[in-house]
């Protein structure tokens, strides 16, 4: 009967809180709800024929292995196309030093599986993302929060909680999710020296640092490790984890993600993952290589950076046309998300209350920080999305 | 530099033994080893002209839903094909029941996720699937072996084990991996009887119920256990998990497994799905939704039971013509392997040896048993193969 599991076992499993996002999104599906709420990239770029053209390759070439069971490392011409990929933006890696991930979700998973014990404390932004703050809480974990403003996580207030002794500190260092911040140059080094002082390992998670529509790229903490720490000439890397996907260049439904580390940790992690899924889906990988290989990707990536540009653009004119003057907000270099930050007193879930019965949808801030961090700040902030939204839509929606 | 991690790090992070069978497959690749090592499904038998049509036609029709993310729980219409798909093995279910996992060893990780604490009891069978005593290992599970025979587990000796208090008890009632066996009708009453009584749930792995070459489809445990039990006449489920598959009917390289279970506990799965992967790729989903309906899954595989049933008669064939009279094997109804025991004595390792430098590969028994099962008997068994080689292949690899 369908009562044997509450009452009998499910007093005896381990909690985990819903995701208020997932409630929430429920309430945007309706079509006549302009959402600016989701992470989605833009649908209508999706490289559709570049699919449709790979599949047919991908299948009438080598059936037999792509439907097959597969390496857990992942398809080794793919690893190769993101070790090449990656040099674009200055990390040096081998196909060794890539796993293949089903999305970077599952890298988050990994590294919580392989390095977290119940307890633990692991250092996080505030805000910061909301599926990495669920992943690592599966495994027991106490996300402590370090203050970040308009140029990223405050390095400065960093000493105290690295000597609190954390197991690594997790990071999003460009067009954070879901501030829309970039950490500086400055904070950059003095992080990863700090951290490597302390002997703390860095998880750098950089979904969108391929989507810059503005300045200059600035160097990885990965790379940042090798050069300022003088590592070895090798391959391999040190105290950096990074993480990154094609789930915003090619498409989030691929599910592909990939973690960058040295080989010792690579093999570790293909230990758990054959635990997890035995491997990411073989067609998948196949029909991505073959989408993104001859220089494809970078024309793409192109592509989206003018596209998401312009809708930047316009979300921060409307802001600055249809907001109050005490409300103010975050100017993303990249990335899919801007950070709104109401005036004292405010409350964003109000708000959100209000503008959906407007047909309007967006994220209460307070769902994106740590159980412990700063909630009372938490409720003046709103995230907005602008990479899904074409801007005649938007308009309207700022508009009404 | 490349020692940091393991200077650092890696003392601190939870061991995990390497697969044994990791390590001896990466022997067996080479083209001109016939290897009944794997278990893989008969590349030749994937419906590849099929998966060509439907990517053209999800990506023709619905490319931006496709290709973009998606609901945990699965793509709608392919849990809807499963529940429809499983009445016809005897089980009743709706969509609600269905959890789409990155294929079935993902169900196991979640089901681990969900249930164990470090140190709890699960209780398997010896032998049983090695994937499922690595995913439920990571999660400090302390795996205790049931003996079983011909016949399956033997459920007769069921109570002592089930008064220790394990969280759960995991069975493969239909032509195991790696033995081969069916556990009879009878047994299938008294271990859902037994289980009910002590109020421990069992997860029925199921990848090769569908893959019967003789005799009558036995019920699920999952159907005993509500039919025996008279839960209530509703859809929902009561103290089994079922498991099952697309990796040994439509392809494994789509990665697409699912769990049936009470709602309550599919909404708990969900959320730990979320942590680990967000979802399952909804491109692949839809493709073999489109592959499946319209009683192509069915029609496929009554092909796959045919040609599967040839290679098994040769093997058995082969075996009585070339093995010794102390050798003894099972003689499997349906699925995939079948499991040989060699004389008192004997040890497959030192067989697999020789076989390889002959280029013939196979499986020795003992990676299949939990570290406290039985270690002294499983040297004299070895897993074989017979749905991957053609039967000419086979033929040549026994008379060598």
């Known amino acids: 009967m369908s009562t044997a599991w509450t009452s009998r076992y499910a007093q005896r499993t381990k909690g985990i809180k819903s995701s208020a996002i997932r ?127 308009d140029n990223g996580l405050c390095s400065d207030l960093l000493e105290a909680p690295l000597r609190s002794g954390p197991k690594f500190m997790y990071v999003l260092p460009n067009f954070q999710n879901p501030a829309g911040t970039t950490l500086s140059a400055g904070r950059r080094h003095q992080l990863v020296l700090l951290a490597d002082s302390y002997g703390i390992p860095i998880i750098e998670d950089d979904p969108y640092g391929q989507l810059r529509y503005e300045g200059e790229h600035l160097p990885p903490l990965v790379a940042l490790d090798r050069e300022n720490l003088r590592r070895d000439s090798g391959y391999s890397i040190g105290n950096v984890i990074y993480l990154s996907t094609f789930s915003k260049t090619l498409a989030p439904g691929l599910r592909l993600g990939w973690i960058v580390a040295p080989p010792e940790v690579i093999s570790k992690l293909v230990q758990f993952k054959q635990g997890a899924d035995l491997h990411t889906s073989t067609f998948v990988q196949r029909v991505a290589y073959e989408a993104a290989r001859d220089n494809f990707l970078n024309e793409h990536v192109k592509l989206i950076r003018r596209v998401y540009r312009e809708r930047r653009d316009m979300m921060l004119d409307a802001l600055q046309q249809f907001f109050p003057p005490e409300v103010t907000w975050t100017r993303p270099m990249g ?57 005649a839509r938007s308009a309207k929606a700022f508009a009404a």
């Open 23 to 149: 409630e929430l999104l429920k309430l945007t599906h309706r079509p006549e709800v302009i959402s600016f709420a989701g992470g989605l990239p833009a649908s209508d770029l999706f490289p559709t024929n570049r699919f449709r053209m790979t599949c047919c390759k991908v299948l009438e070439q080598q059936p037999h292995l792509a439907l097959q069971y597969g390496a857990t490392e992942g398809y080794e011409p793919l690893r190769e196309v993101v070790a090449r990929h990656i040099a674009g933006y200055g990390i040096k890696a081998r196909s060794e030093n890539v796993l293949i991930t089903s999305g970077s979700q599952q890298a988050l998973d990994l590294i919580g599986k392989l390095l977290l014990n119940p307890g633990e404390r692991v250092l996080v932004e505030a805000p910061t993302y909301l599926g990495a703050l669920q992943a690592f809480s599966v495994y027991g974990a106490d996300c402590v929060s370090v203050p970040s403003d």
């Open 335 to 391: 990335g899919l998300f801007l950070w709104v930050t109401l005036p004292a007193g405010m409350n964003a879930q109000k708000l959100f209350d209000a503008a959906l019965r407007e047909n309007v949808a967006f994220v209460p801030g307070d769902s994106f920080y740590a159980p412990n961090g700063h909630q009372d700040d938490a409720r003046r902030h709103l995230r907005l999305n602008f990479s899904a939204a074409p801007p």
